[in-house]
């Protein structure tokens, strides 16, 4: 499959599945523990926001999860991880099968994070951005006692304007250097990249988090794309003025936050290398998955406590992963 289109700038398709499940159930869907199943990729970074929030916030048994393997071919993410290669609750192979369950002439992209009706088979909402937002607000009476609150109502407006900005130059931008099909393109996506990730060290020399004095989900969405930029995007996607663990401030705080109960229990870096090095062939022909970077470091005293903070607010650390949850361990 073609992710670079020579002499284009890339143009990420977000056409989603807006359909949102709601306490009040006004889209037709309401929260209701069990009901639905929440579909996920560890190597992919928007499904890894839902999978941070989904275990800060205790959801595991109101939103079961399913995990699709790290690579797809051009239809679809596959269930190859379960056996006999089917996801054990939808019965199905693709998860192609659910969104053309929804809508039998579908011809978007067939994305991760997907929430599933169990009853029915079909895809409700492929939104990443509402998905997680939703949890923290719409399936409240279902969180964990002790559950941090990601998205206070009294920060909303400053969480909405980080998140903006980190999306279009961070998250996406490692996307638009890496797929950029010009110099001109890349050069672009580069500055931008490059740009913003200085003017978020600033915002981080003197505040453990990016707005508050907890983990906020400004910080869920900005970890996802530093967690993997040594490993991929430093490389693969040619974001290389420097790797993350030469930019002192941003390396503290990615480390901070990994070490932190919820979100580096929650990563594979083994997944997030096959997805990339593989899929994507049309910049690594060769399909050669590398063999570092040397994740030793990444346990590393971080330093970060000194600036004061409380990671959970009022609340409290998530409990141990559940053990067909867990991730392998280094």
Same mark, same amino acid.
């Given at each position: 499959m073609s992710y670079v289109h020579p002499g284009s700038a890339y143009t990420r398709d977000s056409r989603y599945i807006t359909t949102r499940i709601t306490a009040d159930g006004r889209d037709g869907f309401p929260v209701e523990p069990g009901r639905y199943?929440?579909?996920?990729?560890?190597?992919?970074?928007?499904?890894?926001?839902?999978?941070?929030v989904r275990r800060l916030l205790g959801l595991e048994d109101a939103l079961p999860m399913a995990v699709a393997g790290p690579t797809?071919?051009?239809?679809?993410?596959?269930?190859?991880l379960d056996?006999?290669?089917?996801?054990?609750?939808?019965?199905?192979e693709r998860l192609q099968e659910a969104y053309l369950a929804r809508d039998p002439g579908y011809d978007r992209g067939v994305t991760v994070p997907a929430i599933v009706d169990v009853p029915t088979g079909k895809v409700v909402t492929n939104d990443f951005a509402q998905i997680t937002i939703d949890m923290s607000l719409e399936w409240a009476a279902h969180h964990r006692e002790g559950a941090p609150d990601l998205y206070p109502q009294a920060l909303w407006q400053e969480i909405d304007a980080v998140n903006e900005t980190v999306y279009r130059d961070v998250n996406n931008g490692v996307y638009r250097a890496g797929f950029a099909g010009s110099q001109e393109a890349y050069d672009?996506?580069?500055?931008?990249?490059?740009?913003? $990730?200085?003017?978020?060290s600033q915002r981080l020399t003197d505040s453990r988090y990016l707005v508050g004095d907890t983990i906020t989900e400004a910080d869920i969405?900005?970890?996802?794309?530093?967690?993997?930029?040594?490993?991929?995007?430093?490389g693969h996607f040619k974001c290389n003025r420097q790797k993350l663990s030469e930019m002192p401030v941003l390396w503290a705080y990615a480390r901070d $936050?990994?070490?932190?109960?919820?979100?580096?229990?929650?990563?594979?870096?083994?997944?997030?290398?096959?997805?990339?090095y593989l899929v994507h062939?049309?910049?690594?022909?060769?399909?050669?998955?590398?063999?570092?970077?040397?994740?030793?470091?990444?346990?590393?005293a971080h330093g970060r406590g000194s600036l004061g903070g409380r990671p959970f607010g009022n609340g409290t650390p998530p409990g141990p992963v559940?053990?067909?949850?867990?991730?392998?361990?280094?």
């Open positions: 199943r929440l579909v996920v990729s560890r190597a992919c970074p928007w499904a890894s926001r839902a999978i941070i797809h071919d051009e239809r679809s993410w596959t269930f190859d056996p006999g290669g089917r996801d054990p609750v939808l019965g199905i672009a996506a580069y500055s931008a990249l490059f740009t913003r $990730l200085d003017q978020l969405r900005l970890f996802t794309t530093l967690v993997r930029f040594d490993a991929v995007y430093h $936050l990994f070490q932190t109960p919820g979100f580096g229990d929650t990563v594979d870096f083994d997944h997030i290398k096959r997805h990339y062939q049309d910049i690594n022909p060769s399909g050669i998955v590398p063999g570092g970077p040397d994740l030793s470091s990444w346990r590393d559940a053990p067909e949850e867990a991730v392998p361990q280094w």
